[in-house]
């Protein structure tokens, strides 16, 4: 059964400076992580994926890691925005469900201060 | 495109009472998913349909019904309401792929 756990409720970055935000996960067989954005009152929405034949992914000021050895991967933002303040929840794919079921983490809320 | 769209948005009810929650995609997507989102806890799947026609449970389903009568179509039935299910309910749609469209969530409150 994968788990995936944010162990950082929540975080406060000062605007310009490095936002890292920590996701570990249990199930080493699947190969495919994804990082949602939830703003207030909104739906989250998708930010940023990447699979175990990368190590890194790059999409502007977000940048993904993934450490398969350590089962950790972490979301980089970089330079933090004041609207980049959000929960931001870690996925992985489910081994419980049939379909392309994701298991969520708790999330992090990011708070960035001007 | 609206994308998906979920109705209501806000709903008080009554221990005991029914209600159904809607939701729409016009993505012409195979999957959707019903998820509550609770503090601390993430988003929980409840029932999730990889068709038309079909449905089958998630993490949490118990006190739910669903129903995918129409592909774009995925209802979210409670049938006698308890104060635990107060929660932001999120329904989502997706391709036979990982990355799942959210709607704008549903705020349900049961005194």
């Known amino acids: 059964d994968q788990q995936v756990k944010q162990n950082s409720p929540s975080l406060s970055v000062q605007e310009g400076r490095i936002s890292i935000l920590n996701c570990d996960y249990t199930?080493?067989?699947?190969?495919?992580f994804l990082w949602y954005k939830k703003y207030p009152a909104e739906g989250p929405t998708f930010l940023i994926s990447i699979s175990s034949i990368k190590d890194k992914n790059e999409d502007g000021r977000f940048t993904v890691f993934l450490n398969k050895s350590a089962k950790h991967l972490s979301l980089h933002i970089v330079p933090s925005q004041p609207g980049d303040s959000a929960v931001y929840f870690c996925a992985a794919p489910s081994d419980r469900y049939a379909g392309n079921m994701l298991t969520f983490g708790g999330g992090t809320r990011l708070m960035v201060k001007p | 495109n609206a994308g998906v769209t979920q109705t209501p948005k806000f709903r008080v009810l009554k221990t005991g009472q029914s209600m159904t929650l809607l939701c729409a995609q016009d993505?012409?997507?195979?999957?959707m998913y019903w998820y509550r989102q609770d503090p601390g806890m993430g988003l929980r799947l409840i029932h999730y349909s990889v068709g038309e026609g079909t449905t089958a449970k998630g993490e949490v389903p118990d006190g739910y019904n669903v129903s995918r009568l129409k592909k774009q179509n995925f209802l979210l039935g409670l049938e006698s309401a308890a104060p635990s299910q107060t929660s932001v309910y999120f329904c989502?749609?997706?391709?036979?792929?990982?990355?799942?469209?959210f709607g704008p969530g549903t705020r349900l409150t049961v005194t």
């Open positions: 199930n080493s067989m699947f190969d495919y």
């Open positions: 993505m012409n997507h195979e999957y």
């Open positions: 989502a749609s997706s391709y036979p792929v990982y990355e799942q469209y």
